[in-house]
C-alpha cells in the first residue's frame, strides 16, 4: 500500500499530464511543503491546506472577490481527496462520549483531558470544532 505522500506525489504528475490546473498548483504547494519539511506528517500538511483554505475562501467572499474564493474552493475539493471519511454528528457524539466514560470526566474541568484523547484516536476523521462543541454539550 502506498502512502499518502507517494500518492500525492503520483497524482501530481497526473494532474501534471491530463492539464488539471486546480489540482496541479494544490499538489504542487502540498508537495513542496512535504519535500521542505521531510519529517511533517503528509495528513497534518493537507488538513492545514484545507483548512487556510476555507479561511481564505471565506475571506475571499467577505470581501466581494468571489472568482478568488472559488479558486480556493476548488483547491479544497482536491486536497479533500486525501482527507479519510469524516465522521458525521451523530458518529461524533458517540465518539466523545465513549472518551468521556472511558476517562471517568464529569465537568468542563476534564474538557482538555477529553479533546486530547478523541483528536487522537479520531486524527483526521473528526473536526476539532465539532469535537468541542460535542465534548462541551456532554460534560455540562
Known amino acids: 500500500m ?5 500518492r500525492i506525489f503520483a497524482d501530481l504528475t497526473v494532474a501534471i499530464r491530463a492539464q488539471d490546473e486546480a489540482a496541479r498548483e494544490t499538489l504542487r504547494m502540498v508537495k513542496s511543503e512535504l519535500v521542505t519539511h521531510p519529517d511533517a506528517d503528509a495528513l497534518e500538511v493537507v488538513q492545514r491546506g484545507v483548512k ?11 470581501g466581494g472577490r468571489e472568482d478568488l474564493a472559488a479558486v480556493e474552493r476548488a483547491q479544497i475539493a482536491v486536497l479533500e481527496r486525501y482527507l ?28 482538555g483531558r477529553v479533546m486530547k484523547t478523541v483528536l487522537e484516536r479520531h486524527k483526521g476523521e473528526l473536526d476539532g470544532k465539532l469535537a468541542s462543541r460535542l465534548a462541551a454539550e456532554l460534560l455540562s
Open 2 to 6: 502506498t502512502s499518502l505522500r507517494e
Open 52 to 62: 487556510t483554505r476555507r479561511e481564505s475562501a471565506a475571506q475571499y467572499e467577505a
Open 84 to 111: 479519510p471519511k469524516q465522521l458525521d454528528e451523530a458518529a461524533a457524539r458517540e465518539a466523545v462520549r465513549a472518551v468521556i466514560d472511558e476517562l471517568g470526566a464529569t465537568s468542563k474541568r476534564d474538557l
